[in-house]
């Protein structure tokens, strides 16, 4: 058996970038960012593999491919989203809108960040923005194990170990030390500090790392459920949404208290001030919101 009891497999889809938003400039990053991730006990790993592989079947392609949801056509899209729907995992999402984002600079975090190189300062690539974002995640997905810590395992501390898709250039030991950093200090609240804080006693900070999708089949569930619900939500990208893909993973989001909204589905910022479409209204409003 593993040394943790819960994995947590996290993708992501659209872009994180915020020096330039669209609709508001038109060759800027994506209007919105997704960053999903399922949940699931760490004994059913073998379990995973087995349905990610049955999927594959069902769409026709080969056991050693990897599974790219928005590669996809409808029809095989549906096929995976109404399977994943009756499938025992839990599904985690934050929806970020970016246009208040547009153009921010967290200064604070690039003058502790900065360094020197030849006598010349500069600011290393700091993914403040994805951290935060991941940070919500994994706020949920803590509670979540706490809960079935509660209920399964007498109340101990079984441990959550939280798998990243791989990213080029990205630095997962900067994702950690943020981590360690929210264990031992406290914030005041602001656009990414809400009251919530992740569970650190359920969570493995050293165990998380970046993998590629094509190594784990948890991760190519991550992708097809960040994927889907990005094209259900993102107007600007998709003119046509696609809100039936978040309607069919309705069943798997966690909820807290019978609730879907801030837990299982998170949208920011908060309070929520974007434009929205109606039929972006309407599947919101089928997660709670109002």
């Known amino acids: 058996m593993p040394e943790y009891s819960f994995v947590f497999c996290v993708d992501e889809a659209g872009d994180d970038g915020i020096e330039r938003v ?20 760490a004994h059913r790993n073998q379990e995973i593999v087995s349905f990610v592989s049955s999927l594959k079947k069902k769409i026709g392609i080969n056991f050693h491919d990897t599974i790219h949801f928005r590669d996809l056509d409808d029809n095989y899209k549906n096929i995976i989203l109404s399977d994943i729907a009756n499938f025992k995992i839990g599904i985690v999402c934050v929806v970020s809108n970016k246009r208040n984002m547009r153009g921010y600079r967290n200064r604070r975090v690039e003058e502790r960040s900065s360094m020197y190189r030849n006598g010349r300062k500069f600011v290393p690539k700091i993914n403040w923005f994805y951290n ?22 007498s109340g101990k501390d079984r441990k959550l170990k939280t798998i990243i898709e791989y990213r080029k250039g990205f630095s997962y030991t900067q994702t950690r030390n943020y981590l360690r950093k929210l264990e031992i200090e406290s914030r005041p609240r602001s656009y990414f500090n809400s009251k919530r804080r992740p569970i650190f006693s359920v969570l493995d900070i050293d165990g998380l790392e970046g993998v590629r999708s094509s190594q784990h089949a948890g991760l190519q569930l991550a ?13 600007d ?37 974007a434009p929205l479409t109606l039929e972006q209204k309407t599947i919101l409003r089928a997660l709670g919101y109002r």
Do not use: W
């Not at 706020?139 to 194990?145: H, M």
């Not at 807290?256 to 001030?273: A, D, S, T």
């Open 22 to 41: 669209r609709p508001l400039d038109e060759d800027g990053a994506s209007e919105y960012f997704v960053m999903a991730g399922v949940l699931y006990s």
């Open 132 to 153: 935060n974002i991941l940070r919500y995640l994994i706020e949920s997905a803590t509670e979540e194990c706490s809960r079935l810590n509660n209920i399964h395992y």
């Open 237 to 273: 990208r998709f003119k046509i949404l696609k809100t039936e893909y978040i309607a069919a993973l309705m069943p798997r989001f966690i909820k807290r208290g019978g609730e879907i909204k801030g837990y299982g589905f998170k949208l920011l910022p908060e309070p929520f001030g």
């Open 223 to 235: 992708d097809c459920v960040a994927s889907a619900i990005y094209q259900a939500i993102d107007h």
